[in-house]
Nanobody, 125 residues
Framework: VQLQASGGGLVQAGGSLRLSCAAS????????MGWFRQAPGKEREFVAR????????FYADSVTGRFTISRDKAKNTVYMQMNSLKPEDTAVYYC???????????????????WGQGTLVTVSS
């Protein structure tokens, strides 16, 4: 099982990036997918989630209205479009897969069984 995150880079404040996470998971469509991030010197935190049947998405308050998570099941890939980026969005971003068909505790890292290696997003002021 492998999750490969990509799309990070250096962008100016107010700019946009789209992160991708390619999954080699069997039955990818049965997994809820999430994005987390870890800023320098801080703990990893929840950013966004799309549930297993794509009916519901969740976002951290800090990114609501700016970030959008989506999925292409035909490509086994989940995306996160990030707009109006701020310097405080600077972090390593990780994608993760949750095999459960429930959204209880969806912000908790422990419910995600598989993790990607992370992609660095740097937002300059």
């Amino acid at each position: 099982v492998q999750l490969q995150a990509s799309g990070g880079g250096l962008v100016q404040a107010g700019g946009s990036l789209r992160l991708s996470c390619a999954a080699s998971l069997r039955a990818f469509s049965n997994y809820a997918m999430g994005w987390f991030r870890q800023a320098p010197g801080k703990e990893r935190e929840f950013v966004a989630r799309i549930d297993w049947d794509d009916r519901t998405t969740f976002y951290a308050d800090s990114v609501t209205g700016r970030f959008t998570i989506s999925r292409d099941k035909a490509k086994n890939t989940v995306y996160m479009q990030m707009n109006s980026l701020k310097p405080e969005d600077t972090a390593v971003y990780y994608c993760a897969a949750d095999p459960r068909h429930t959204n209880y505790f969806y912000t908790a890292q422990r419910v995600y069984d598989y993790w990607g290696q992370g992609t660095l997003v740097t937002v300059s002021s």
